[in-house]
């Protein structure tokens, strides 16, 4: 596990690994990849996703480079987002790959935010399943509605189906992204994934550090990706500056964590 500590104290990840053309080809596994910040990059034997792609457009300045840009990617089966934050739902991301990208799903309230932006987005309920190639993808509970508590934010009525973690069975294994999210009685009752892409941020409206420790502990054999950190030059802000290094101290089996560059593949194994 390749972790550093910047200038201001935060843990960063390992140098950016460019990805090509090529890593969206046919392959005969499934591979997955941290884009940074809590986009995540899955090749399934072919059939190639995207979840909460940051890749171009932040408001924030960032402590890493990008894998790839949205000009370069050759084909999107589909874009998933969890919810409307910024950081998650990057507009100018999902425009510039929208010739080559054939649907974007999300909960229903973000699909209408897709629609409204000329973009092919399918909106789903909570516990809903849908399909993307090979892919059963299902939609988790989350727990995140903190701009209902924002005077700058809070614009509407933010429910608890506005955002979502997405439950994706492969042939290859299961993964699980709970997205960002409080620790909720549901999430310490799914089936055992083999890979949590995970949010650790210590924040009451993420999992805590406490609950993330706790939900990688209830499933004590997944491999453990770690998302939602190292990514954005902001010292002060505890939704970005999880450190991995004492995540792995603090769960069993620590050798599953795992905190990787941006670009790098994981390939997934089912256990």
Same mark, same amino acid.
């Given at each position: 596990?390749?972790?550093?500590?910047?200038?201001?104290?935060?843990?960063?990840?390992?140098?950016?690994?460019?990805?090509?053309?090529?890593?969206?080809?046919?392959?005969?596994?499934?591979?997955?990849?941290? /884009?940074? !910040?809590? *986009?995540?990059?899955?090749?399934? @034997?072919?059939?190639?996703?995207?979840?909460?792609?940051?890749?171009?457009?932040?408001?924030?300045? /960032?402590?890493?480079?990008?894998?790839?840009?949205?000009?370069?990617?050759?084909?999107?089966?589909? /874009?998933?987002?969890?919810?409307?934050? !910024?950081?998650?739902?990057?507009?100018?991301?999902?425009?510039?790959?929208?010739?080559?990208?054939?649907?974007?799903?999300?909960?229903?309230?973000?699909?209408?935010?897709? @629609?409204?932006?000329?973009?092919?987005?399918?909106?789903?309920?909570?516990?809903?399943?849908?399909?993307?190639?090979?892919?059963?993808?299902?939609?988790?509970?989350?727990?995140?509605?903190?701009?209902?508590?924002?005077?700058?934010?809070?614009?509407?009525?933010?429910?608890?189906?506005?955002?979502?973690?997405?439950?994706?069975?492969?042939?290859? *294994?299961?993964?699980?992204?709970?997205?960002?999210?409080?620790?909720?009685?549901?999430?310490?009752?799914?089936?055992?994934?083999?890979?949590?892409?995970?949010?650790? +941020?210590?924040?009451?409206?993420?999992?805590?550090?406490? *609950?993330?420790?706790?939900?990688?502990?209830?499933?004590?054999?997944?491999?453990?990706?770690?998302?939602?950190?190292?990514?954005?030059?902001?010292?002060?802000? !505890?939704?970005?500056?999880?450190?991995?290094?004492?995540?792995?101290? +603090?769960?069993?089996?620590?050798?599953?964590?795992?905190?990787?560059?941006?670009?790098?593949?994981?390939?997934?194994?089912?256990?």
């Amino acid at each position: 596990m390749q972790v550093h500590k910047n200038s201001k104290g935060q843990a960063v990840p390992s140098s950016t690994i460019p990805l090509t053309k090529k890593d969206f080809e046919v392959i005969n596994d499934t591979a997955v990849c941290w /884009l940074g !910040n809590a *986009g995540i990059f899955i090749n399934n @034997r072919g059939t190639n996703i995207m979840i909460d792609p940051l890749l171009e457009g932040f408001d924030m300045k /960032l402590l890493i480079e990008m894998p790839i840009l949205p000009k370069d990617i050759p084909s999107l089966d589909a /874009l998933l987002i969890t919810h409307d934050d !910024n950081d998650h739902f990057s507009k100018q991301t999902c425009h510039d790959v929208k010739s080559i990208c054939k649907e974007y799903h999300a909960p229903k309230f973000v699909a209408e935010l897709l @629609r409204a932006e000329g973009l092919n987005g399918i909106g789903h309920d909570i516990g809903e399943t849908f399909s993307v190639g090979d892919m059963k993808i299902t939609l988790t509970p989350a727990e995140h509605n903190w701009k209902n508590e924002s005077a700058q934010y809070h614009w509407r009525d933010y429910k608890l189906e506005d955002y979502c973690g997405f439950w994706i069975e492969t042939s290859d *294994g299961k993964i699980w992204l709970p997205g960002d999210s409080r620790l909720l009685k549901e999430h310490l009752k799914m089936p055992q994934p083999d890979i949590i892409l995970l949010d650790f +941020a210590d924040n009451s409206w993420h999992i805590t550090f406490e *609950g993330a420790v706790k939900l990688a502990d209830n499933y004590h054999d997944a491999d453990l990706i770690c998302i939602h950190w190292g990514s954005v030059d902001a010292p002060d802000m !505890n939704t970005f500056n999880g450190d991995p290094v004492k995540l792995a101290a +603090a769960v069993v089996n620590p050798e599953r964590v795992h905190a990787l560059a941006p670009g790098e593949k994981f390939i997934l194994k089912s256990h």
